[in-house]
T-cell receptor, first 111, second 119 residues
Framework: KQEVTQIPAALSVPEGENLVLNCSFT??????LQWFRQDPGKGLTSLLL?????REQTSGRLNASLDKSSGRSTLYIAASQPGDSATYLC??????????FGGGTRVLVKP | GAVVSQHPSRVICKSGTSVKIECRSL??????MFWYRQFPKQSLMLMAT?????????EQGVEKDKFLINHASLTLSTLTVTSAHPEDSSFYIC???????????????FGPGTRLTVL
């Protein structure tokens, strides 16, 4: 059974610092790994999707890497802004289109 | 991008009543939808897979008689929490992938969620 873990559970940084969010998964037989953003009381917004055959994906200030052999993915957010404050969730996709989510990392970017 | 809506966004009910939550795909047809539950400061847990025109598939530990799922059309799935109790209070979120050329695509579009509070 796939288990997804995110460390740290919470992170607070001053504006301008780079953010590094970690995600680990136990079953390397994933189809893809996705990163989502969730604002308080809201649904999820997809940020990046990395296919199992890829090593990384980039979108603007966001970069996500995937290392299947070690069961890890990392989300980098460059030059953080207060608007980046949210909870970030990673999820591994298995057969049947099912997503297994990590516990999330709550990020606070202080102005 | 594709849009998924949920209604209501927030509901408060008395213990023992039933509550229906709707999940709609607004600009695409969704033959498959997923229902998740999220407790405060916890992650999303998949409850069930809703399939248009057939029975839902429930995850282990989820009571199908308590969480009734109906997917009667290509744009609507409903989750009914029957005889709700305080421990059912949670944030319920649905999602739907787009099917293209008969294949479910990787990207899932999530609804904004429904906050259920059972008194």
């Amino acid at each position: 059974k796939q288990e997804v873990t995110q460390i740290p559970a919470a992170l607070s940084v001053p504006e301008g610092e780079n953010l590094v969010l970690n995600c680990s998964f136990t079953d390397s037989a994933i189809y893809n790994l996705q990163w989502f953003r969730q604002d308080p009381g809201k649904g999820l917004t997809s940020l990046l999707l990395i296919q199992s055959s890829q090593r990384e994906q980039t979108s603007g200030r966001l970069n996500a890497s995937l290392d299947k052999s070690s069961g890890r993915s990392t989300l980098y957010i460059a030059a953080s802004q207060p608007g980046d404050s949210a909870t970030y969730l990673c999820a591994g996709k298995a057969a049947g289109n099912k997503l297994t989510f990590g516990g999330g990392t709550r990020v606070l970017v202080k102005p | 991008g594709a849009v998924v809506s949920q209604h209501p966004s927030r509901v408060i009910c008395k213990s023992g009543t039933s509550v229906k939550i709707e999940c709609r795909s607004l600009d695409f047809q969704a033959t498959t939808m997923f229902w998740y539950r999220q407790f405060p400061k916890q992650s999303l847990m998949l409850m069930a897979t809703s399939n248009e025109g057939s029975k839902a598939t429930y995850e282990q530990g989820v009571e199908k008689d308590k969480f009734l799922i109906n997917h009667a059309s290509l744009t609507l799935s409903t989750l009914t929490v029957t005889s709700a109790h305080p421990e059912d209070s949670s944030f319920y979120i649905c999602s739907a992938p787009i099917r293209y050329a008969g294949v479910l695509q990787d990207t899932q579009y999530f609804g904004p969620g429904t906050r259920l509070t059972v008194l």
